[in-house]
């Protein structure tokens, strides 16, 4: 970071990566929310799927960290004291907390599918198009103004998806604790800001890590299990799979090792710190880019596909997954992560290989 008389800047190749980088996170924030629209427009009589929630935390994530990348610039070069202090931090913290949410999300999805007896293969429904909530005919029909407004009810959310809100919820306390601290800290007392900011990033790393052990655990032991399915198509939705698992595992890792032996996340406070030009672009691109952006345009494109039209899907005899619920029903659709009818099980079970 260099200083050009009395202003305070990033330099010309750190100025250069950070809007490649906050391009990027835009682009990938308008393609969610463009999707999450077509997704929509498709069919309005599906509210919250799977599907859908996906694509709102991976634009809301992007969307948060285009935003902090554009004021960071903005403080840089324009000297806002105030943005290394909770304000910065807050910016650099939320977007995280909904790309972990994200994830976490998946991996509570995994152990789902991992946990379904393996003689019943009927549960792999369609991953992008299984419901927010098990609706029966008769709920809909007397749907009030109320639930039309809040279509989404907490009790009949599945229990590791709860776990997911809730320690999601306790990220976000824990980050505005930490904003606090860091604001407490500023004036004349012991603590430091400078060190609660890098507990609270040493932690998000080790989370992090965490979550990409989880997710190649259960990834592994889903891509086994979906090997063993007689499926139409079963090898492109392993793949699907294996690249997400493989893919997570690396950028988490990437990502909690710059957070963890760097001080690149820190940038928020840019004042403090004179950083290799080089050296720092390159930490970037592997926070940000490898650690952020590539796994969630990994995400979207695995979930690329719309979902029926509503004029199809009304026509279809089949009863929708439930997005939590314990015991569900699947529903048969070619487009489905694991395919397999009552028929192909029967001959299956007959056949000699």
Sequence with gaps: MSEHGDSHCFSR?????????ALFHGVIAFLSFFQLLRIHMRNVQLHWTRQKVFHVLIGS????????????LIAACSGWTFWSHSCGFIFMAFPKILFFAAFLL?????????????????YEGSFCEEGLLEKTSNELANIDNHRKCFPVRFSRVGNRQ??????????????????VIIWIGLGQNPIDSEVAVEVYLDLSAIVMLLLGGGLACYGTLLYLKMSKVRAEKPSSEMWKVAGLTIVSVLCFTSSS?????????MLHDWHQYRLNDVYTSFLLILYY?????????????VMRE????????MQEESSTIAFVADSSVAIHHPQRWITATSMQNQASRASPI
């Design 13 to 21: 190749t750190l100025f250069a990566v950070n809007v490649g980088v």
């Design 61 to 72: 994530s992007n969307l948060g960290y285009f935003i902090y990348s554009v004021l960071s």
């Design 106 to 122: 998946l991996l509570s999805f995994w152990v789902d599918l991992c946990h379904q007896p393996n003689d019943d293969y009927d």
């Design 162 to 179: 709860k776990i997911v809100i809730l320690v999601a919820m306790l990220s976000f306390i824990t980050m505005m604790a930490f904003a």
């Design 257 to 265: 090792c710059v957070e963890l032996l760097t001080d690149i996340p």
């Design 289 to 301: 880019f490898v650690g952020s952006s590539i796994p969630s345009a990994l995400v979207l494109w």
């Design 306 to 313: 719309l979902p029926p039209a509503e004029s199809d899907s």
